[in-house]
Every structure is written in C-alpha cells, then in structure tokens.
C-alpha cells in the first residue's frame, strides 16, 4: 500500500462524510432547526476537496475508470453552488441542485469504493 493511494481513498471517504454533513444540514435548514447558513458554508468548503482528489489521483496512480469519476465528481460539485444561486434568476436550473447532489453522493460513494479496492490492489 502507497501512501499516495491512502491518502486518496482517505480524502475520498471523508469527502462522502462531507457530503452526508452537508444533505443533513439542508434538512435542517428546511425544517427550520437553524438556517441555511452552515449548509452554504459547509458546501463551499468541500467543493475545493474533488479537486484536491483530482492531484492526488495522479499521484496514486488510479485506474482510468476512477480517474474518470473523480473528474466528473469534480465537474459536479464545481457546478452544486452555481445551481443554488440561480434559484432568484431561474428557479427551475436551481431544481436541479438536489437532483445534483444526489449525483455528487453517488459519485463520491463509488469513488471511495475503488480508492479502498486500490489499497488492496499491487501498485
């Protein structure tokens, strides 16, 4: 195991945390238990961790397949906050940030999933 393909599958899974977080922090927000502040907070904060991902990726030497993901990973939650803020402009684009978000879940699982196979694969 290299340090490089722990460091990823590290970074990987903690963004998934990151992101389970943050689906809570919107429920919170709509059931009125505070506002929408530490959900907007949090989601800036992690929306820089794909791309971290994305230099690390080269580092461990990731499969195409995860390299792959990992990009569209990145795409995605580069574009989740663009969507929120159109919600005054065009409501119907900022329909898709939950639809977004569950693709970001998505994503960030299946790339964790094969960091963790890549710890066990030989370099």
Do not use: Y
């Amino acid at each position: 195991m290299s340090w490089p393909r722990l460091a990823f599958a590290l970074v990987a899974w903690l963004f998934v945390v990151g992101v389970v977080i943050q689906v809570f922090l919107a429920g919170a927000g709509l059931f009125k238990l505070m506002d929408f502040t530490a959900h907007g907070g949090l989601g800036w904060t992690i929306a820089v961790v794909p791309l971290f991902m994305l230099v690390l990726a080269l580092f461990a030497h990731v499969d195409r397949r995860t390299g792959l993901l990992a990009i569209a990973l990145a795409i995605m939650t580069t574009i989740q906050p663009e969507l929120a803020a159109a919600r005054h402009e065009n409501p119907v684009l900022a329909a898709f940030h939950p639809v977004n978000a569950l693709l970001i879940f998505w994503l960030a699982w299946t790339v964790a999933r094969r960091s963790s196979d890549l710890l066990r694969a030989p370099i």
